[in-house]
Every structure is written in C-alpha cells, then in structure tokens.
C-alpha cells in the first residue's frame, strides 16, 4: 500500500500534520509515522482548554514498538479530543487524515506554520525523491 499525504495538509518533520480552517488547527500524525509505530495501543491527549505553544507535549502515543511523545506544531487552545480513537487507540492507523486525527487547537498565532512542509515536501524526506 501506499502511502498517502494529502496536499491540503501542513506537514512537520515530528511527523504530526495539521489542517487549518478558519482559526481551527486539526493535528494528527502522518501515514509514515504510524506504520513505523506499528500497533497503537494507548493514547494519552491534553484535556480541552489547556492552552499550548508550539514544541509543547500534546501527550503521548505508545505502539507495540515504543512510547512517542506528540508535539504541538501550533500555538492555540485546545477546544477537542478524539475521544473514540482515545478509547480505541487500535484505530489511529485506519483513517490517519480523517477520523484518525488527534486534538483540535483554536490557534492564537496563524504564522505558526509558516515553516511547514508540503506534501511532497514531506514524501521527500520521509522516503526520500525517486527522482
């Protein structure tokens, strides 16, 4: 199967991605990352109403494999939580850029990505140009 990055997603190289609309940030964690995880076991996400800045936790995803902690690519407040993927973790991997997403943020900053990655940007590096 191959992997997909949707071209109206931001990327990061800590492998989180974000879709904005209006001033909504929706965070989640790429195709990539997820099948070098492996199995997601447990999820462990910020509460609704913790205020984050950019490189702070979100919390934590734990695979078969290891315990990965998740950076806030975005400045904002937190305003929801994928409660069913937190009480169905085995889930992340199913449908990374539509259910699979992990937190939303009410950004306070929108220059905050600026140095975000395109899609191909991110193909680029996580499997490198097959050019």
């Known amino acids: 199967m191959a992997l997909q990055y949707p071209q109206d997603l931001s990327y ?23 099948n070098q995880m492996g199995d997601i076991v447990f999820l462990d996400l910020l509460e609704v109403g913790v205020t984050v800045a950019r490189g702070d936790s979100l919390g934590t995803i734990e695979s078969v494999k290891a315990v990965e902690t998740l950076y806030s690519p975005v400045s904002g407040t937190v305003i929801e ?17 539509g259910t699979g997403w992990f937190l939303k943020v009410r950004l306070n900053d929108l220059e905050a990505i600026e140095d975000a990655l395109t899609a191909d940007e991110y193909s680029a590096l996580v499997e490198g140009s097959e050019d």
């Open 12 to 34: 990061f190289d800590s492998h989180e991605y974000v879709r904005i609309e209006d001033d909504i940030a929706t965070i989640g964690v790429t195709q990539y990352a997820l």
């Open 81 to 97: 939580r994928n409660q069913p993927l937190i009480d169905n973790p085995e889930d992340t991997g199913d449908d990374p850029y």
